[in-house]
């Protein structure tokens, strides 16, 4: 007799978080046969969906569990949480079975496997009543084929449960089995039932804050044809010139990405301090990548890394064995972007060109995951201007729209993220290979994000940097908040006291660059106050002030943006 058939409901309920008792409750209010539960990364979607299946099974509402998720891994991970629920699930079914064993009441698939034998599940799911768990069922409309796949499948299912943290996708292919509303502009968005997002989750102390740690810095690289270009990352610059900055300030032969490994491994030992078993995760672009980052790990630590590969039959075992571990770090391409658990993974650097808010949002889902009230997440990454936007928004709802208005061109302004998330980049040994050579990446602290605002600046090594590396590894979000506008009035203080004397005893240089990341980060105020780009209130400003662009621009030039937008934050134009 299993686990399922002897508890009780209240048995069931016992030790579930708020949100996940009043989505329960709201399930059986009403019975439906379709259920769109959308919780951020972290808050616990697979024990709401498993104390859901105990429930359905012990009512006899269905007889038999399929879960379907993205990965190989995620197979597995569901079959041991359904274990401790008395639910024996069979992550090793193959298509090529037919049958699942008599010992198990149902079976985890991929969609993937799904598309490639949809009758054969759609058979498995007619011959018992069956409830269907999607997993991160945005995946579902990965590729026009899966979506129509999924639905010829699982259409006779008795009851289905979906299940994401991140209900949108970049492109507008429709999700199965998810209802979508118009709203007064013809836009059909995502509508679903139950929704538990990261700031009531933060309030609640169900996921940790997360503080991002943004580096800017020059870059020089010579191109195919023999130009030297340079650029600096963090200013506004073209699209080519950002993007060629970009990757070089990722290129392992540089030292951007070494100053920035070396300054996460100073913030994972602060945090250790606290938390011995402390994880550091590097999300890299491709094979190749991931394994030069591990050799700088190594140098930087003394010692090795786990580097994930998804070609690597052995990569589930890895991620186990590192999740039960207290070893460093870990590195991977793609392989724990979204949907593995890793508690004790509390400090990133999103090394990544991919540039997509899904992917993002599911790579800040791996370090929210709290154990304990008072863990901060800490997550390093490039200070490019779509990062920066993605990291100030944590706190705000997004939703999965189809219809996506074009511009006059019939130009769609979110298809070259579609493009960036469906570039293959995990083929192994290959990576992507640069137009150009860099010749020269330096990183530099450019400012701290955490609860919409912005935070310091400094170069390597500057007591800014230092304070934000140290920044005490339990904090409640409250006190987080406190430290980080103490520390920047301080700042702000002392620059006020002496600028006159700062000017005349720093070189040239130093002053442009002091008064561009004070800028910046009145920039990115200006930012989450309005909405506007970056990119856009940077030409207001020179369009305001005259002058050239601020890579060029003198220091009475960049005071002179400073004091109008200065101005613009209290009323005046």
Known sequence: MTLVETNSTSDRLRGLRAWQREAFDEYFRRQPRDFLAVATPGAGKTTFALTLASELLARHVVRSVTVVCPTEHLKKQW?????????????????????????????AVTYAQVAAHPMLHRNRTEARRTLVIFDEVHHAGDALSWGEA???????????????????????????????????????????????????????????????????????????????????????????????????????????????????DRRLSEVRKHTPDAGGLVIATDHESARAYARILRQITGRGATVVLSDDPTASKKIKQFSESDDRWMIAVRMVSEGVDVPRLMVGVYATSTSTALFFAQAVGRFVRVRRRGEIASVFLPSVPVLLEYAGEMERERDHALDRPVNEDGF??????????RKKRDTPDAGDELPFETMESAAEFDRALYDGGEFGGGAPGSPEEEDFLGLPGLLEPDQVAQLLRRRNHEQQTQRRREPEAEARQAPAHEVVAELRRELNGLVGAWHHRTGQPHATIHTELRRACGGPPIAQATAEQVRQRVAKLRAWAVGER
Not at 83 to 101: S, V, Y
Not at 224 to 248: N, V
Request: net charge negative; proline share 6%.
């Open 150 to 264: 999924v639905r010829e499948a699982f259409d006779p299912a008795a009851r289905r449960l979906s299940l994401t943290g991140t209900p949108f996708r970049s492109d507008v292919n429709p999700i199965p089995f998810v209802d979508y509303v118009q709203d007064h502009n013809g836009v059909r968005r995502c509508s679903w039932d139950y929704s538990y997002g990261y700031a009531p989750a933060l309030a609640d102390g169900v996921v940790r804050p997360v503080i991002f740690m943004a580096y800017s810095g020059e870059m020089r690289w010579r191109t195919k044809a023999g130009d030297e270009l340079a650029a600096r990352l963090g200013e506004p610059l073209t699209s080519d010139a950002l993007s060629q900055a970009w990757r070089a300030a990722l290129d392992p032969k540089g030292d951007w990405i070494k100053k920035v490994l070396a300054a996460a």
């Open 412 to 421: 769609d302004p979110e298809q070259d993220l579609v493009d960036e998330a």
């Open 79 to 107: 079959a041991e949480a359904a274990a401790r629920f008395g639910i024996a699930i069979d992550p090793e079914f193959k298509n090529g079975q037919g049958a699942l064993g008599r010992h198990f009441v149902g079976a």
